[in-house]
């Protein structure tokens, strides 16, 4: 297993050799390296997801998908999940649409070992992927990704006095640092921002766009949807959202590579656009707080409640962490595409 000081010295061995690397070159193998060598959510992790903050939001996708099914009329669905993390928002959409009477089979896309491994102790029998490629042809997907595509490599462009070069990463004697590329970078910057103001920067996600695309042209041939939920934002013109993450603080991005999770803002209207074009009708963005309020999250919560009143705190803690606007309710949104022969989805009724 590489370790952050064997990528380091891969990384400072590739830079001395052929100079330096992409900012998504960067971020790609930072972020192979650290999800495959260890489990890196909850409290004593770098950071915490909406499906470990409360079994709340994995019933809320539960009765999404349950919901859309049903409405479809098909008679079997595979449920596909993008980056599952530790399994444990499959596990509550799985165990939620099993009560309203759905049994799908279970399909997992994760590349990283120590989480497959996770996975498996919650879904024994779900089959795992390296990559979109090889889901299955036969039947509709219901597909969810959850805090996926943010983690995907960004490709970044700075604006310099001599025009936009795309952003990369040296080696030097104060360890990685960003510098602007070699080439002239014009052509993959939007014209509007040609004229940008030195430093600006403009960064985008082919990676992440790519497999949207094709996600919507297999939705769109074979029946079926993707929800998305994520952190970012709609209209996105320039700026730098790139972030790293240790002990839930923020840490440098170009320092320690492999040891903090990199991630940036997910672009939703460049990502509509994509699924757009592979054939997908979009519904949303909307905020997670308006997604989850439709779905019934409120008297979920008052059913938990309820049901175990010495856990009463905990859970309304849960449910405002989930929907609060000064916490995930605002920032994160939930986008999905559908197969234009498929019903509309629940929770999307207006966009923000
Ligand atoms: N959805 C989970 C985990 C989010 S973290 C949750 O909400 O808790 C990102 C997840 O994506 C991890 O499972 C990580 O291993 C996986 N991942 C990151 N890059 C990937 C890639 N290129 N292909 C497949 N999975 C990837």
């Known amino acids: ?41 909850g409290v004593k992790g770098d950071f915490i997801t909406s499906p470990e903050i409360s079994q709340m939001f994995g019933e809320m996708i539960g009765i999404w998908c349950a919901d859309l099914w049903t409405r479809s009329r098909a008679r079997t669905v595979h449920y596909v999940e993008l980056g599952p993390g530790r399994g444990t928002l499959a596990a509550d959409a799985i165990r939620t649409m099993a009560a309203l009477g759905h049994h799908p089979q279970v399909h997992f896309v994760e590349t990283s070992p120590v989480l497959r491994k996770l996975q498996k102790e919650r879904l024994p029998d779900a089959i795992w992927h390296d990559g979109i490629e090889t889901l299955p042809t036969d039947a509709p997907l219901i597909i969810v990704a959850n805090e996926f595509f943010d983690a995907l490599p960004y490709r970044q462009y700075i604006k310099t006095y001599s025009g936009w070069r795309e952003r990369a990463v040296g080696y030097g004697d104060e360890g990685f640092a960003p510098v602007p590329g070699p080439s002239p970078a014009e052509d993959r910057v939007p014209e509007h921002l040609h004229d940008a103001v030195a430093g600006s920067i403009y960064e985008t996600s082919p990676a992440g766009l790519a497999i949207g695309n094709a996600l919507a042209r ?13 952190y970012g934002h709609e209209n996105y013109d320039a700026g730098d959202t790139l972030q790293a993450l240790n002990a839930h603080a923020y840490a440098d991005v170009f320092s320690n590579p492999g040891a903090n999770d990199l991630t940036a803002h997910v672009d939703f209207t460049a990502l509509g656009q ?25 008297a979920r919560a008052a059913a938990l409640g309820r049901h175990h009143p010495d856990r009463g705190d905990e859970i309304g803690a849960a449910y405002h962490r989930l929907t609060d606007e000064e916490e995930m309710g605002t920032l994160f949104r939930a986008m999905a595409m559908l197969s234009p022969k498929w019903p509309k989805a629940a929770g999307f009724e207006v966009t923000v």
């Open 274 to 298: 994509a699924g757009h074009l592979g054939g997908a009708r979009i519904e949303g963005p909307v905020s997670q707080s308006y997604f989850l309020g439709t779905m019934g999250i409120a």
């Open 218 to 230: 297999r939705i769109t041939r074979q029946g079926g949807a993707l929800l998305a939920i994520d």
């Open 1 to 41: 297993m590489q370790t952050p000081a064997d990528l380091a010295e891969a990384l400072i061995r590739r830079i001395e050799e052929r100079g330096p690397i992409p900012v998504a070159d960067y971020m790609e193998a930072a972020n192979g390296c650290y999800y495959a060598s260890h489990d890196p959510f």
